[in-house]
C-alpha cells in the first residue's frame, strides 16, 4: 500500500503540473482555451508581472499540499474487519 500511496500522490501531482505538453502543443490555446495555472504563472513572469506570478504559483503550491495530505491520509487508513 505505500508504493501505490507513493505513485498515486506522484502522478496527481504531475497531473498539476504540467506545462510543457500545453506550452509547445497550443501556448495556451485560441484565446485561453486551454491555459493552466502553469502557463498562466509563466506569462505572468514573462510580463513582468511578478506578483501575479508569486501569488499563482503559492496558490499552486498550497493545492498540491492539500490534494497531497488528503491522498496521502485516505491511503493510509486502517481497515478494520
Do not use: Q
Not at 505513485?7 to 506550452?23: P, Q
Not at 490555446?29 to 495555472?37: E, F, L, R
Amino acid at each position: 500500500m505505500p508504493t501505490i500511496t507513493i505513485a498515486t500522490v506522484l502522478n496527481i501531482t504531475y497531473g498539476l503540473r504540467v506545462f510543457d505538453a500545453v506550452y509547445v502543443l497550443t501556448n495556451g490555446g485560441p484565446g485561453n482555451a486551454t491555459d493552466v495555472i502553469n502557463t498562466a504563472v509563466y506569462s505572468s513572469f514573462a510580463k513582468g508581472y511578478w506578483g501575479l506570478g508569486s501569488a499563482l504559483s503559492t496558490i499552486l503550491f498550497v493545492i498540491m499540499a492539500i490534494i497531497s495530505f488528503f491522498i496521502i491520509r485516505l491511503m493510509n487508513r486502517k481497515v478494520e474487519y
